[in-house]
């Protein structure tokens, strides 16, 4: 199973940023999908997950508002869309896969993308 994220880059506070992530999950309508992150010197953190369906998400409280979680289940993919952009969304972003929306026990993670927000 392959999972890859791709669409970081450098840009200024306020810009916006979308990340895809392209996996190779069979049956992947059958997973909960994450982005998490990881800043400089921290420890990877939480940042957004979408259900199944793509009918339930949930993000950490300080990219909600900015942040929107999406999926297509036909093309095995999920999406970040970023918006007003903050230094402080430097990091290392990743999509990972769940076969629980609740239990958070993500079984596959992709390799990284960089976002970086200057101010």
């Known amino acids: 199973v392959q999972l890859q994220a791709f669409g970081g880059g450098l840009v200024q506070a306020g810009d916006s940023l979308r990340l895809s992530c392209a996996t190779s999950?069979?049956?992947?309508?059958?997973?909960?999908m994450g982005w998490f992150r990881q800043a400089p010197g921290k420890e990877r953190e939480f940042v957004a997950k979408?259900?199944?369906?793509?009918?339930?998400?949930d993000y950490v409280e300080t990219v909600k508002g900015r942040f929107t979680i999406s999926r297509d289940n036909a093309k095995n993919a999920v999406y970040l869309q970023m918006n007003s952009l903050r230094p402080e969304d430097t990091a290392v972003y990743f999509c990972?896969?769940?076969?629980?929306?609740?239990?958070?026990?993500?079984?596959?993670w992709g390799q990284g993308t960089l976002v970086t927000v200057s101010s």
């Open positions: 990972a896969a769940s076969a629980s929306y609740y239990k958070g026990s993500w079984k596959w």
């Open positions: 999950i069979r049956h992947f309508e059958a997973y909960t």
């Open positions: 979408i259900s199944r369906s793509g009918g339930t998400t």
